[in-house]
């Protein structure tokens, strides 16, 4: 039996684990896809919120004000790319004024430090760009960017190196809760890949969530999937705006926001579109062509330099708050669900929180050899010459470029792979080192970034999947068919 299991390796559930791996506990992660960050996590705005939005004493503003705090610390310790670029929301009208100042209000009582709301004249210095309808802007200094992948992966790759086991295309099928002959409480769980039972389950499913808090307790919780479509730009654009540009929110979210990535695109999104299926994330001509005109009011001639499109679920709760503790009537099952925006924010805050709910009933030992760093896979294209000189008299299959676009390497890519939970697919892969993100969207480097996987995999070419479940790119050999 282990101490704790978490079901979910996204942004939320690897915080959780990486918290949790301080302690001396048996803790495995179980995940239905391939690998980590492929859910919610790998498919949003990658901003770091800085906490004016939420309403004051919701979880959302605690988790969101104190997880802006830690992504500050851990970006250096973790390694994953952060910028605090700041942000802007705008009034697009005069009358917008007043709901800059409740905005201001509420992030003064969040305790989101320095709120102002800036004039025209300021805000054109800021943001050349902007549009000639911003009539003034609430200014959050402490907003920022991050990169989603790298942020989720950091804490994935530094709680295994700490211990914790992540298990791979495992679906947790049901739930039971038993009691042992002690009186206590345990989790049995039927997976894809056999049985476990559990002393502690940690529910961070994204938009699963519901499902398996209705397992196991009488009161019961509703997750929507909401679906928000992006466009991503060519680098070309990406200093089009410096800061993140939002629009006053409405109540479906915070509107169609246009902001700088940590890699130096230009991102425009989201819709805010209510489904049924948690698997949706399609696209729609009609959808992104909301995202590129409603976008284009909070700039003058917003550019269409696209390179791609994509969609994510956010799982939005019926109570419009994150639900975080131990369920009343199931004790040793600790939800963190429905953990929309800002939840990629605040995962930092509640891995601390929800490890220390676990702290409180297991009362388990400090680990005095935590490892509290990681490094992060070098990147030739943000080297300097020397760095670059190094890494190649090191291993000179960093000297062989597979990626034009982004500039990334074989001996990157190698890394990606061999390295703590490594890459075991081409997007798994990408996700780690951009390779195949960039302008011509893997139109050079796929070819070569196939073999090399099935190398240090060992496997053939054919066995080689995009992003797991059977998406293979190979069928067979052309003269075999001959």
Not at 424 to 445: E, I, L, S
């Amino acid at each position: 039996m282990t101490d704790v299991t978490i079901i979910g390796a996204g942004v939320t559930g690897s915080a959780i684990a990486r918290e949790l791996s301080r302690y001396d506990l048996e803790i495995t992660v179980l995940e239905k896809e391939s690998d980590v960050c492929e859910g919610t996590s790998k498919a949003n705005s990658g901003i770091v919120h800085s906490g004016y939005d939420a309403k004051p004493g919701t979880l959302k503003a605690k988790f969101n004000v104190e997880g802006n705090r830690l992504i500050h610390e851990l970006s250096p310790l973790l390694d994953f790319p952060f910028r605090e670029n700041g942000s802007l929301v705008l009034a697009l009208e005069e009358e917008g004024r007043v709901g800059l100042e409740e905005l201001l209000e509420r992030g003064q009582k969040n305790g989101v430090p320095g709120l102002r709301i800036i004039e025209r004249d300021e805000l054109k210095t800021l943001e050349p760009n902007v549009s000639d309808s911003a009539v003034c802007a609430l200014f959050a200094p402490t907003g920022g960017i991050v990169c989603p992948f790298n942020m989720n992966i950091a804490f994935a790759e530094n709680a295994a190196d700490n211990g914790v086991s992540f298990s791979f295309d495992t679906e947790v099928i049901s739930i039971e809760k038993k009691t042992d002959e002690g009186g206590g409480t345990y989790y049995h769980l039927e997976t894809s890949k056999g049985t476990e039972d559990t002393r502690l389950l940690i529910n961070a499913a994204g938009v699963y969530a519901d499902v398996f808090h209705n397992m196991v307790s009488e009161k019961k919780i509703h997750i929507t999937p909401r679906k928000g479509q992006y466009v991503l730009m060519d680098k070309t654009a990406g200093e089009y705006v410096s800061h993140t540009l939002f629009q006053l929110p409405t109540k479906l979210g915070k509107g169609i926001l246009v902001t700088p990535t940590v890699h130096g695109n230009l991102m425009v999104g989201p819709t805010a579109e209510n489904c049924e299926d948690p698997e949706d994330t399609s696209t729609t001509a009609d959808g992104l062509e909301t995202v590129l005109s409603r976008g284009a009011f909070s700039v003058e001639s917003l550019p269409r330099m696209i390179i791609t499109s994509f969609a994510g679920l956010r799982a939005h709760e019926d109570g419009g708050d994150f639900i975080i503790g131990e369920a009343c009537d199931a004790p040793g099952f600790i939800d963190a669900a429905g953990i929309e925006s800002p939840g990629l924010t605040a995962a930092p805050a509640i891995g601390v929180y929800v490890a220390d709910i676990v702290r409180n009933i297991l009362k388990p030992e400090e680990k005095k050899d935590f490892i509290q760093v990681r490094k992060g896979i070098p990147s030739m294209a943000l080297s300097s010459d020397e760095e670059k000189a190094a890494l190649i008299a090191e291993d000179p299959s960093y000297a062989h470029v597979i990626c034009r676009c982004e500039l990334v390497t074989e001996g990157e890519i190698r890394n990606a792979i061999t390295r703590t939970l490594g890459a075991t697919t081409v997007d798994g892969v990408k996700r780690r080192t951009r390779a195949g993100m960039g302008r011509c969207q893997a139109g050079f480097c796929l070819a070569r970034t196939i073999p090399i996987l099935a190398q240090l995999l060992g496997k053939s070419e054919e066995e080689i999947e995009k992003s797991g479940s059977g998406s293979y790119y190979v069928r067979g050999n052309i003269g075999d068919d001959l």
